[in-house]
């Protein structure tokens, strides 16, 4: 532990850098943002590769999802600069570099025609290539998932991936590998945001057309992510149009959207405002022909400036959900974030450091209201600093440290059904650092060790997180990689649910119950990718996640939000398999996940009555098989998009009775004055597995010019094309079956000016 | 040239054509069964067979049925009361009706008289087999109940009450005392304070958690917080009015009544239990093919007087 505790000191001084040898120091410095020239967009992922005149390679780098990069240790003298990115033209130059030199070089790509087979990957891939247990999402990437437009959405391209498994299409709960919602951290523009997934789950806080890059780790993250034990959503939105106001607006059987920007001061700051409020309430009833009682809204507004050495912005969203789960149940659910944030990024020419900081402040609140007129409800604030130095390491690669404060207030209050009222309100402050470090050891291999520690100020002690990721490319060309990671977790919030029914939507934010013993996860990935012909790649990727000290809802057979948590630990293990085949104008996808999950808990604490000291059970998400087939055509007047996908069932609980507890203890309840508290007697919890699931979505698209800055894009489609009768859940009180939406056919419109 | 059908068939292309069958024949049915009764577990059964009372009740509910609050209007069941001891049975009447405005529940009641000392089954028949079954044994005798402040360490009644400096009661101070002896198990310790009430509100006021077993002794204790119950009687929202008890023309009579209900031999020890501990099916049960607490009971009361602080 001292040990830990004593790196992490060194390498968060930075004493490592101090002792660079000379030679280091007398190497100059590259650094910039590469942006389009156009809009003023940050291009993620281009190449920058420095040579001699010679055409020896002296340097390279990718621009991250800023669009920034930086190669360091370029020795004086001559060199050739060259810029790529896909779909634009390369930039050239031919610099004269100093010794010791920190030179900012800031340059705008212009989109080029028709000039994909041009362009050649320099640097090696790995910078941007495979990762392990990361998943880059593009805005391509979620276009090509057919969604009810208008537009596409981030929601409905996670729960198209093998390693996510959603309970059904409303509710807004995406389980990663094993991992709860509660467990997933989501950030949006460096701000945490507690629940960006609306009630109808092809739709959240982040539409198609505003996510600039996604970074998903579905497990094995370096330690400046921590506070969260299973999985990692880092969305970037892009920033407004530096150098024109644009516009556009759609309309469809679900939402409405409206979305503008433009240039502030024109190549330098821009705005963006884009809204989105559902339609689906009003007019499900006609298309569907039955009652589809939800609500919600988005609205996300950024403020970006941009120079040749700063970037900055500002970032709010606000969200907001109401409906019912099961249309014929009264209950009304509702939730909303609201999240706003800053976030800059900056470097000088005295420093070789590049200083990132970002601040904000989330609230997130969900309540639900029963026929009986009793309330449910919670709320949770978050406030939070966080700031990154990354700098140039005596060896080849980067060093990157940086910490976290932040402050939560956590507050509930469950009025219950025969059970009375039930309130909490936690006020807690933590702290977090954390030292990383990309080593690339040889031109094949990069290692990334990290180590991060929290502590939350009223417990003792704290969490160390030690955590490595590999990288490994035997070939010269970007081809075949292995990437590993391994690492350790810790997360002090977790959430109590109401386990009324699967469905039930309900979640109160508290701190941990254990005391000085948070929750913990340990992951362990191993992947291999590698091109079987031209333009078909496979991948695979297996995974293992420990789960220690989980706070689980108590068995109980009251009908009640069960705030009474048992301690549980939990692994959770599988294989995500994929294939793709890309050749112009087709894509094609097929993707195969196994997964199981276990947890166990000493009977007692569990309040099981099944005759163990220690009991296993598969919890509500260890959906064991997903499997997705997607297929995209591309052509110069239309586009189309197929997609079927699978899973089988998920485990449930079965019931032999109802009945209702009479407190004869005290004579409290006489059998002539009350009905007692309601009660539901099951069999061993979650033996038993819904029916499987599956569905084919299918979506066409035409963009019409109309003028010469004038588009319309009309998309038509349908969700669960052969109208399968997908079970979503039982409610095992009432014995209601709710099923998945329906065939729903649809025709979105969008206009966009320019 | 090879045929059609002499294709050679790969290993992993029959594996892949296996697994999709599987996939879409196991993804077919999208039927599932939720509820699924236990032959074990029939009824639930809930009450208490008192000596003295004029009445026994005895909540009976089929557990099989998809009603989750309430009960179906039939009860499709014969329930009697057997004394064990006498070999005598009498069949319970149904009553079938609405309770507390909630839902209607099956109360199995009988005007039969019960005696102490005794051991009694409440059974379920269907079809005239006994499905579901209570068995228990009433107190031998009635709990004896003292309260002597002047010869013993009980501390008395008395008003006014005392507060601390931050306005709250002072429990030792407000706190009255009395013992139980001749019982197994204390079931229920209520107290009726001389004050008018509002109709809602129930008559005796629980003070089960506060019996205390002094077992060298071979008798239990039972402490009154009375001005705790006065506050609450007289202003039930908090931080409401003055922090004090009521005044002594107030009270419609100098004394208040406690009632003492003593459980038989076979009584739970679930005093302190959580609600989640008490609801589990498999614990604090006498009840066979079923779930429930069907307990033997004797109650006595004692009148305990308000005296003026000294």
Redesign the interface.
């Known amino acids: 532990m001292g040990l830990v505790v004593a790196a992490l000191l060194l390498l968060l001084s930075g004493g490592g850098v101090q002792a660079q040898p000379s030679s280091s120091t007398e190497a100059a410095t590259l650094r910039g943002f590469v942006r389009a020239a156009a809009s003023g967009q940050p291009l993620r992922g281009a190449n920058v590769v420095v040579r001699r005149l010679t055409g020896a390679r002296q340097g390279a780098a990718a621009t991250d999802e800023e669009g920034f990069y930086q190669v360091s240790g370029v020795p004086a003298g001559r060199h050739v600069l060259r810029i790529s990115y896909v779909g634009f033209r390369p930039y050239r130059d031919t610099l004269r570099l100093q010794a010791g030199e920190r030179r900012t070089l800031s340059v705008r790509l212009s989109v080029a025609a028709r000039q994909l087979g041009e362009v050649t990957v320099e640097e090696r891939a790995r910078l941007q290539g495979e990762e392990a247990g990361l998943r880059r999402v593009r805005a391509a990437d979620i276009a090509a998932i057919p969604t009810p437009g208008p537009g596409s959405d981030l929601a409905a391209y996670l729960r198209a991936q093998p390693e996510v498994t959603a309970t059904g299409d409303r509710g807004g709960r995406l389980y990663i590998r094993g991992g709860t919602p509660s467990q997933n951290l989501v950030l949006v523009d460096g701000t945490p945001i507690y629940k960006p997934f609306h009630i109808v789950g092809f739709y959240s806080a982040f539409p198609g057309n505003l996510v600039a890059s996604t970074d998903f780790y579905a497990g094995g993250f370096s330690a400046e992510h921590t506070g969260r034990i299973s999985s990692v959503m880092d969305v970037q939105l892009r920033s407004g149009n530096t150098g024109e106001v644009q516009g556009q607006g759609g309309v469809g059987p679900f939402l409405a959207s409206v979305r503008v920007e433009g240039p502030l001061q024109k190549g330098r700051k821009s705005f963006l405002v884009n809204v989105r409020h559902s339609l689906i309430e009003e007019a499900g009833p006609s298309l569907l022909g039955e009652e589809t009682p939800y609500r919600f809204y988005d609205v996300t507004a950024k403020l970006h400036t941009q120079s040749a050495s700063s970037q900055c912005s500002v970032t709010g969203v606000r969200t907001y959900d109401r409906g019912r789960i099961d249309p014929d149940v009264a209950a009304s659910f509702q939730w909303s974030n609201t999240s706003v944030g800053g976030e800059c990024l900056l470097f000088g020419q005295a420093s070789a450091q590049t200083f990132h900081v970002a601040f904000g402040a989330t609230h997130f609140g969900n309540e639900v209201r029963s026929t009986d007129q009793t309330r449910r409800a919670s709320d949770t604030w978050k406030a939070r600093t966080k700031f990154d130095l990354t700098q140039p390491a005596p060896w080849e690669g980067t060093v990157q440290w940086g910490g976290t404060i932040q402050a939560d207030q956590y507050s509930y209050a469950l009025n219950e059904p025969f ?1 009375g009222f039930t309130s909490e309100d936690r006020f807690l402050l933590s702290a977090s650092l954390y030292g990383k470090t990309t080593w690339e050891a040889t031109d094949a291999l990069t290692v990334t060790p990290s180590i991060g520690g929290q502590s939350l100020f009223a417990w003792d002690g704290a969490s160390v997180d030690p955590r490595l990721r590999l990288a490994y490319q035997p070939g010269s060309e970007n081809d075949r990689t292995l990437t590993a990671a391994v690492g350790v977790y810790h997360q002090i919030p977790t959430t109590i649910a109401d386990e009324r029914d699967v469905g039930s939507i309900f979640r109160a934010w508290t701190p941990t119950p254990f005391l000085n013993k948070p929750l913990r996860a340990d992951h362990a990935l191993l992947g291999w990718a590698q091109p079987l012909a031209p333009g078909l790649r496979a991948s695979v990727e297996g995974w293992y996640k420990r789960f220690q000290d989980l706070p689980v809802p ?1 068995w ?4 009640r939000t069960n705030t ?1 948590l048992a301690r549980a630990d939990g692994r959770a293990y599988g294989a995500d398999v994929r294939l793709r085949y890309t050749r112009d104008p087709v894509r094609l996808s097929l993707s195969y996940g196994y997964g199981r999950v276990a947890y166990e808990a000493a009977g007692d604490a569990l ?1 099981a ?1 099944t005759g163990e000291d220690l009991v296993e059970y598969n919890p509500p998400h260890d959906r064991r ?1 997903k ?1 997705s087939a997607r297929a995209t055509w591309q052509g110069d007047l239309l586009s189309a998009s197929v997609r079927w996908q ?1 899973g ?1 069932g998920l485990p ?1 609980t ?28 099951y ?1 061993r919890p979650y033996r038993d597995r ?5 569905r084919l979505d299918l979506s066409a698209k035409r963009t019409l010019p109309l003028g010469p800055a004038l588009d319309l894009t009309v998309e038509g489609g349908a969700i669960n094309a052969y109208n ?4 979503f859940y ?1 409610d ?4 209601d ?1 709710v099923d998945q939406l329906p065939l729903i056919p649809y025709l979105s419109l969008q206009v966009d000016v320019r | 040239m090879t045929g059609f059908g002499t294709a050679p068939r790969y290993p992993v292309g029959r594996l892949l054509g296996a697994l999709l069958a599987v996939l879409l024949l196991g993804g077919c049915d999208t039927s599932v069964t939720v509820l699924n009764p236990d032959p074990d577990y029939q009824f639930s059964l809930f009450g208490t067979l008192q000596v003295t009372a004029d009445t026994q009740v005895v909540r009976v509910e089929p557990l099989g049925d998809s009603t989750q609050v309430g009960a179906p209007a039939s009860l499709n069941a014969r329930v009697v009361l057997k004394n064990l001891d006498a070999g005598t049975q009498v069949a319970l009447r149904d009553s079938f009706g609405t309770v507390g405005n909630v839902a209607p529940v099956h109360n199995a009641w009988t005007p039969h008289a019960i005696e102490p000392g005794t051991t009694y089954r409440v059974e379920v028949q269907v079809d005239g087999q006994a499905v579901t079954t209570a068995t228990t044994t009433t107190p031998a005798q009635a709990p004896r109940l003292r309260h002597a402040p002047a010869a013993t360490r009980d501390r008395p009644f008395e008003l006014p009450c005392r507060f601390s400096a931050r306005g709250t009661p002072v429990e030792l101070a407000n706190t009255f005392d009395l013992r139980v002896r001749g019982v197994d198990a204390v079931a229920a310790a209520e107290v009726r304070y001389p004050l008018p009430r509002p109709s809602a509100r129930r008559p005796w006021l629980d003070h089960y958690d506060r019996v205390e077993e002094e077992p060298e002794e071979n008798r239990f204790r039972v402490s009154v917080f009375y001005a705790d119950d006065l506050l609450f009687l007289t202003r039930p929202n908090a931080g409401d009015g003055m922090n004090q008890c009521p005044d002594p023309n107030q009270f419609t009579a100098p004394r208040a009544v406690v009632r003492v209900t003593a459980g038989g031999p076979d009584w739970p020890d679930w005093q302190g239990a959580s609600l989640n501990a008490l609801a589990r099916p498999d614990t604090f049960s006498n009840v066979t093919g079923g779930h429930g607490f069907v307990g033997g009971v004797y109650a006595d009361t004692i009148h305990i007087p308000i005296q003026e602080r000294e």
Not at chain 1, 556 to 559: A, E, G, M, S
Request: aromatic share 12%; net charge positive.
């Open positions: 059970l108590r109980t057979p009251l009908v009474t309040g009555w098989h499997l699978y089988s449930f079965q019931v032999y009775g109802y009945d209702t507890l009479l407190e004869i203890r005290g004579r409290r309840d006489a059998p002539t004055d009350v009905v007692g508290r309601p009660r539901t007697l069999r819904l029916p499987a699931y599956h399968r009768a997908n079970l039982i095992i009180f009432t014995l079956r």
